[in-house]
């Protein structure tokens, strides 16, 4: 089991035993120094904010869901349960400048020398 970029699995985030479903975002590295995944958890709480993108209707989850980049984290390989699915590459793209958002990340042609 490895979970690639891009995909939405079920994980175990410690929270009262319940698995949640999480967005991977870590790069993959079949030989990473630490058996850990960076992950974004999905709402289906919509609070209208720039952290949070909104994601198509997908028809492995039961209801409309968001992604909330705020809550970006890390946990242990193992902790991931099943894979529910991929998000497209259009979809990652949305979330990859997000995430530049809220870690206040300059893009190439922001850059300034």
């Known amino acids: 089991m490895n979970p690639y970029p891009g995909e939405i699995w079920l994980a ?4 009262t035993a319940r698995l ?3 967005l991977v975002v870590s ?10 995944i960076i992950y974004i958890p999905l709402t289906t709480q919509y609070r209208e904010s ?6 198509p ?8 869901s968001y992604v909330n980049v705020q809550g970006l984290g890390s946990i242990e ?3 991931f349960e099943r894979r529910l699915g991929k998000l497209s590459d259009y979809v990652m793209a949305e979330i990859k400048n997000t995430i530049r958002f809220v870690l206040d990340l300059e893009t190439d042609s922001t850059k300034t020398n």
């Open 12 to 15: 175990d985030l410690g929270l």
């Open 20 to 22: 949640r479903p999480v």
């Open 27 to 36: 790069r993959y590295d079949p030989d990473p120094p630490r058996n850990l």
């Open 50 to 55: 720039q952290y949070e993108v909104a994601l």
């Open 57 to 64: 209707r997908l028809r492995f989850l039961n209801q409309q």
């Open 77 to 79: 390989k193992i902790r």
